[in-house]
């Protein structure tokens, strides 16, 4: 980037001087982003992807939420899983990667933030949100129906929890996608086990 485009800082300003920042643009990772460039995101809207089996398994690092949550100046992130690089579709997998790559950074991931990233901050990230990303009246009911006792080690565990925080922090870190018991589609049934 620095011989093609010698005039620009980063690949983001090159992005942006090229008009390619704003709604609906979304990049992967986020991993290196100077705090100018977070500045840059939240300021056109620009989102991040963000895709933790990825970045382990090529070992480039991992996204730094906290820095990406700043109320001052939030940028747009949504819970991704790149099988170009990445390791799993199961975004239960994915949410529990995404709670170690926060812990490297000193954020902990709560379960309610994890499953907000996987749903309505990944619709937020496509501008989508006005449509998909919640249960509530006029969405489009893009649903997955989870097996909260999935396996012996998760109906063990559940059994001690007393909050539905608890609860899925419990499927963010112990489920996979034996915990899917159903998904929906535009309110019609794609899948049942």
């Known amino acids: 980037m620095k011989e093609l485009f010698p005039e620009h800082k980063s690949y983001l300003d090159v992005y942006d001087h090229y ?34 089996t990825s970045n382990f398994f090529l070992g480039s690092g991992c996204l730094d939420l906290g820095r990406t949550s700043k109320l001052e100046r939030p940028v747009r992130v949504g819970l991704a899983t790149d099988l170009g690089a990445g390791t ?60 909260l006792k999935s396996t012996p080690l998760i109906e063990y565990r559940m059994k001690y929890t007393d909050s539905l925080e608890e609860a899925l922090f419990v499927q963010m870190t112990l489920g996979d996608d034996r915990a899917v018991r159903a998904t929906y589609v535009a309110g019609r049934r794609a899948y049942q086990r």
């Open 19 to 52: 008009g390619l920042t704003g709604s609906r643009a979304i990049y992967g990772h986020g991993i290196w982003l100077s705090e100018e460039e977070l500045q840059r995101c939240h300021d056109t809207g620009t989102a991040i992807a963000h895709c933790p």
């Open 88 to 147: 799993s579709f199961s975004m239960l997998h994915t949410m529990n990667e995404a709670y170690k790559a926060a812990q490297t950074h000193g954020y902990s991931l709560s379960g309610a933030h994890a499953f907000y990233l996987a749903t309505r901050g990944a619709a937020r990230a496509l501008y989508l949100d006005d449509a998909i990303g919640s249960v509530a009246p006029g969405m489009e009911a893009d649903l997955v129906v989870l097996n």
